[in-house]
């Protein structure tokens, strides 16, 4: 299990980051297409770092939404 952020771009496409694995991003042209590519994207990564004898980090990414 891996949080995700969500949201669209200004070409309309949608964006998927995973913030527990950094750089790993998708993107797709609507939020179901976004996720299926980030869920793909994101076992590609956690693979490759298997692979490689990296360690896997934990997901300990905590979402707030503030008030400006």
């Known amino acids: 299990m891996r949080q995700i952020i969500l949201y669209p771009d200004e ?3 949608w ?3 995973c913030p527990s694995l950094p750089g790993c991003v998708s993107q797709g042209e609507t939020r ?3 996720i299926y590519n980030i869920k ?3 076992a590609e990564y956690i693979e490759s770092l ?3 004898g990296e360690p896997v980090p934990e997901d300990s990414f905590l979402a707030m939404i503030v008030a400006v």
């Open 40 to 42: 793909d994207a994101i």
């Open 15 to 17: 964006v998927a980051e």
């Open 50 to 52: 298997r692979d490689d």
């Open 11 to 13: 070409t309309g496409y």
């Open 32 to 34: 179901d297409e976004a």
